[in-house]
């Protein structure tokens, strides 16, 4: 995504990456970059959370705007669900959560087909 940003703004095309890979941006450099503290694959936040989503939509625009010198970089505020040590146990399954991490898959499958099944047209996102 970074050279790809890098070659839209080569050609006059103003650019913002999303992402949870701060290491890597820092090295290879973007002209704006929104980090957020999430697990990679959601970059505006958890599935079916919209309303921190279009806050992050919201910041990445301001970003655009504001943005005055390269390789700006800002922060979201937020942690993932709401929890900073998100890392400690993010898909960690043991014997005692295995149950229970099982059950929420399960959920959320049922939620994706009843979704799907209400409107078939709409792309379902998977987490």
Known sequence: M????????QNAIPTIVIGS?????QNV???RYLHTDFPLGNPLGAPYDRTVQRKHVE?????LEQANQPKT????????QGDPGWRD???RVTENNRAEVAAAGEARRAKQAAMKKNNP???????
């Open 21 to 25: 890979a701060l290491d890597i941006i």
């Open 2 to 9: 970074s050279l790809v940003a890098r070659h839209l703004e």
């Open 59 to 63: 910041m990445a625009l301001k970003l």
């Open 29 to 31: 450099g973007v002209p």
């Open 89 to 91: 146990d993010y898909s």
């Open 121 to 127: 047209k709409q792309q379902i996102p998977m987490p």
């Open 73 to 80: 970089i800002r922060r979201s505020p937020f942690s993932w």
